[in-house]
């Protein structure tokens, strides 16, 4: 059954549709090719399209048009940091700024390899981590995982299983902070005499290292090299 819904959504999704508690959740937190390789849809420079990045067109979410065009430069620069991990976030924003109004990605990933340029052999383009900081502020990726995550846990079963893929550090490290804090029981000082929290385990993890693809995968997928699956057990 197909729900077109967000994760966010979990919770009432399940209830909507009826389901009995879970054998396993699985977050894939990618994207689709065909919406990477779309222009009108804005998340690639290689094809110059608007600066959507929205993953729903319909919702209301804030095109990246409008973070791009109008936020103070300094929101600009912290955004791109906090979401792209960019070092060079104070440069990009001051020449976003000054190249205003910016309507394309083509124009903006031109912008940008202006300001910064590009080093030979350099494998990413200077304006990958841009985008993706605009996409991730777009679409509020990393807010929505954070929320989504316990409603998974909630919906498994005993012995259920939470799987989730993640595509960059960011998504990575909540969800490894968050297994790490399932897997906690008592949290009182420890000094308390006795355990006065209540607190007790929620999850399992299976995985302490992430699983990731092999170089047989990447070389017939070359998308899944930055790919990590983490597994956790509801207790």
């Known amino acids: 059954q197909v729900l077109p819904m967000s994760y966010v959504q979990l919770t009432t999704a399940l ?20 919406q990477v390789d ?5 998340f690639a420079f290689r094809a110059d399209g608007p ?15 409008v973070l791009v065009n109008q936020l103070a430069e300094a929101e ?10 960019e070092p060079r976030s104070r440069r990009i924003a001051q020449a976003i700024v000054a190249a205003r109004p910016i309507r394309s990605t083509g124009h903006l990933a031109k912008v940008i390899e202006t300001a910064v340029g590009r080093t030979r052999g350099e494998r990413l383009h200077p304006a990958t981590r841009t985008f993706q900081a605009l ?14 995550l316990p409603q998974a846990v909630a919906a498994l079963r005993s012995g259920g299983r939470l799987a989730i893929i993640t595509f960059h550090s960011l998504e990575d490290r909540i969800v490894k902070q ?4 399932e897997e906690r029981g008592c949290i009182c000082p420890p000094k308390a005499p006795v355990c006065t929290c209540g607190r007790v385990p929620t ?20 998308r899944s090299r930055s790919a ?5 057990e509801k207790l």
């Open 51 to 65: 600066l959507d990045m929205r993953f729903d067109p319909t919702g209301d979410d804030t095109p990246a048009s």
């Open 228 to 232: 990590k699956l983490r597994v956790a």
């Open 15 to 34: 209830r909507r549709a009826g389901f009995p508690p879970l054998d396993g959740v699985l977050f894939d937190l990618g994207f689709s090719s065909w």
């Open 135 to 148: 996409r991730i502020a777009v679409n509020h990726e990393l807010e929505g995982l954070a929320e989504a």
């Open 76 to 85: 600009l620069a912290d955004l791109l940091r906090r979401y792209g991990e």
């Open 178 to 181: 968050f297994l790490k804090q």
């Open 203 to 222: 999850l399992q993890n299976i995985t302490r290292k992430p699983i990731v693809p092999s170089a047989e995968e990447v070389a017939a997928n070359p």
């Open 38 to 42: 779309d222009p009108a849809r804005g």
